[in-house]
Nanobody, 123 residues
């Protein structure tokens, strides 16, 4: 599976961005998906996860109420809508395919990773 993340960029605090992650190579419709992020000098952290059908989601406390994860299995794509962005959201954002129908917050539960897309929020 190859994952191509896009949609990152530079935005002012309070602004919005929508990240996309398109999968190729095989269908991901049976797998959970997740978004993680890594800021300079920090570990990669869980941001959001979604189950295989899109009926269950989970979010890091720091993004609850501001970010929304969704998926379109017909397009083999997962999205991350980010609103009310803060400077502390600045990071490289990675999408990942879970090993099973639900991945959760642990990186070890994901087996394929995209290359990352940079999100920079200016104050």
């Amino acid at each position: 599976v190859q994952l191509q993340a896009s949609g990152g960029g530079l935005v002012q605090a309070g602004g919005s961005l929508r990240l996309s992650c398109a999968a190729s190579g095989r269908t991901i419709s049976n797998n959970g998906m997740g978004w993680f992020r890594q800021a300079p000098g920090k570990e990669r952290d869980f941001v959001a996860g979604i189950n295989w059908r899109g009926g269950s989601t989970a979010y890091a406390d720091s993004v609850k109420g501001r970010f929304t994860i969704s998926r379109d299995n017909a397009k083999n794509t997962v999205y991350l809508q980010m609103t009310s962005l803060k400077p502390e959201d600045t990071a490289v954002y990675y999408c990942a395919v879970a090993r099973f129908a639900w991945g959760g917050a642990e990186a070890r539960m994901y087996q394929y990773w995209g290359q990352g897309t940079q999100v920079t929020v200016s104050s």
